[in-house]
Nanobody, 117 residues
């Protein structure tokens, strides 16, 4: 089993920045791909950014150039640096980790990000 705990959410003004962290514990040796997802009010959960074990990243179009995903394997942590935040970025942000190259995934409990003036 793998446990994921997100932190770093909060209220920020448009144009501001936040850095989310996701710390993994448990059977962490099995973790490969990791990612950040979000679910806004009345919306479906969507992928925001992903990162492979080797550091290959991917982003949804709406955050390209504004968000940066990174991981620090020594600390079993993945980050999401969010700059130039917009009100439409308001959502609960979830961390997701893949077990090996299986179809087993783990989710964190989520952290709220609110962008408002």
């Amino acid at each position: 089993q793998v446990q994921l705990v997100e932190s770093g959410g909060g209220l920020v003004q448009p144009g501001g920045s936040l850095r989310l962290s996701c710390a993994a514990s448990g059977y962490i040796g099995s973790i490969t791909d990791m990612g950040w997802y979000r679910q806004g009010p009345g919306k479906e959960r969507e992928s925001v950014a992903t990162i492979t074990t080797g550091g290959i990243t991917g982003y949804t179009d709406s955050v390209k150039g504004r968000f940066t995903i990174s991981r620090e394997n020594a600390k079993n942590t993945v980050y999401l640096q969010m700059n130039s935040l917009k009100p439409e970025d308001t959502a609960v942000y979830f961390c997701k980790a893949r077990q090996g190259y299986s179809t087993t995934y783990y989710w964190g409990q989520g952290t709220q990000v609110t962008v408002a003036s």
